[in-house]
């Protein structure tokens, strides 16, 4: 449990109420994967609206979860921002992507969702 994660933030924002925690845990679910997908497909099809406005939303939700990837995220956020048409942001993308994927099993078996 917390290997890909951590809940002291959320833990704190939920004022220990575990159905809360658990609640946040599935809203997790329900969106950052969604949007970690939207993402990919924006870097992928150079879409720098798109991966700017992907890579914003998820920002506090991964920072609340303690993924550990924050500044990478950033990085691909500010690569959709400024337009960065000669930089590669695909292995910041990548840490991303599978920060979320490892996050996301991990969630739904630590909290049988």
């Known amino acids: 449990m917390e290997n890909n994660y951590k809940l002291f933030r959320v833990r704190e924002l939920a004022d220990n109420d575990e159905d809360f925690v658990k609640a946040l845990a599935e809203a997790f679910l329900e969106e950052v994967p969604e949007d970690a997908d939207r993402l990919k497909n924006a870097v992928a099809n150079k879409d ?7 890579a914003h939303k998820m ?3 991964i920072d609340l979860f ?14 959709g921002k400024l337009k960065k048409t000669e930089e590669d ?11 979320v994927q490892n ?11």
């Not at 500044?71 to 956020?77: G, K, M, R, S």
């Not at 942001?89 to 991303?96: A, D, G, W």
């Open 48 to 54: 720098y609206e798109t991966t700017y406005q992907a």
């Open 66 to 79: 303690e993924l550990g990837v924050l500044d990478h995220l950033i990085v691909v956020q500010d690569w």
């Open 89 to 99: 942001c695909s292995n910041e993308l990548q840490l991303v992507l599978n920060a």
């Open 59 to 61: 920002k506090p939700t």
């Open 103 to 113: 996050a996301s099993a991990e969630l739904k078996e630590d909290f049988n969702l």
